[in-house]
T-cell receptor, first 116, second 111 residues
Framework: AQKITQTQPGMFVQEKEAVTLDCTYD???????LFWYKQPSSGEMIFLIY??????QNATEGRYSLNFQKARKSANLVISASQLGDSAMYFCAMRDFSGGYNKLIFGAGTRLAVHP | EAGVAQSPRYKIIEKRQSVAFWCNPISGHATLYWYQQILGQGPKLLIQ????????DSQLPKDRFSAERLKGVDSTLKIQPAKLEDSAVYLC?????????FGEGSRLTVL
């Protein structure tokens, strides 16, 4: 069965510094996709970045980048130049094709606090 | 483009009462999901619709939860009777291809 593990319940970082949020996954499918979502206190899940298993390059979106290490089955999110507005819950998710339809399975999340 | 709309945002009920949540997905999105997010946990899929048909309800507690998606657009999730452990945020999401787009969620408190 597919599984996503986020081992850091909470992280803090100083404003303007970089931070890495860990995510490891387990799947037997050769084709898969990995997502990161941000959930501020308002509750909405905001899509940040996507990495496909066959993508040759690590994904980047503005200040977000994904450190994808396929052999280690890890897909860590790197946030550069942290801002106070980055304080939120962050979820790693994997696309699951079982049953023939796409769905996402999520990790438990990491709460990030950015300090001024 | 309008996002995924959900209502109500908040609901407080007594155990054994019933509650219904409504979701209006992004226009044209064929796939609709309901997730349950218990405090401190990641979202867990309850049910997935493709147009108006259910394609995955393996984690839906069918003795108390039901959901429908009439005409392949809006969806309603119902809980009857509610238990204390149903206290959670119920997130609706929709997609065509690529990422899921989520609504702001409906927060349920069962007393």
């Amino acid at each position: 069965a597919q599984k996503i593990t986020q081992t850091q319940p909470g992280m803090f970082v100083q404003e303007k510094e970089a931070v890495t949020l860990d995510c490891t996954y387990d799947t037997s499918d050769p084709s898969y996709g990995l997502f990161w979502y941000k959930q501020p206190s308002s509750g909405e899940m905001i899509f940040l970045i996507y990495q496909g298993s066959y993508d040759q390059q690590n994904a980047t979106e503005g200040r977000y980048s994904l450190n994808f290490q396929k052999a280690r089955k890890s897909a860590n999110l790197v946030i550069s130049a942290s801002q106070l507005g980055d304080s939120a819950m962050y979820f790693c998710a994997m696309r699951d094709f079982s049953g023939g339809y796409n769905k996402l399975i999520f990790g438990a999340g990491t709460r990030l606090a950015v300090h001024p | 483009e309008a996002g995924v709309a959900q209502s109500p945002r908040y609901k407080i009920i007594e155990k054994r009462q019933s509650v219904a949540f409504w979701c209006n997905p992004i226009s044209g999105h064929a796939t609709l999901y309901w997730y349950q997010q218990i405090l401190g946990q990641g979202p867990k899929l309850l049910i997935q619709f493709q147009n108006n048909g259910v394609v995955d309800d393996s984690q839906l507690p069918k003795d108390r939860f039901s959901a429908e998606r009439l005409k392949g657009v809006d969806s309603t999730l119902k809980i009857q009777p509610a238990k204390l452990e149903d206290s959670a945020v119920y997130l609706c999401a929709s997609r065509t291809t690529g990422e899921l787009f989520f609504g702001e969620g409906s927060r349920l408190t069962v007393l």
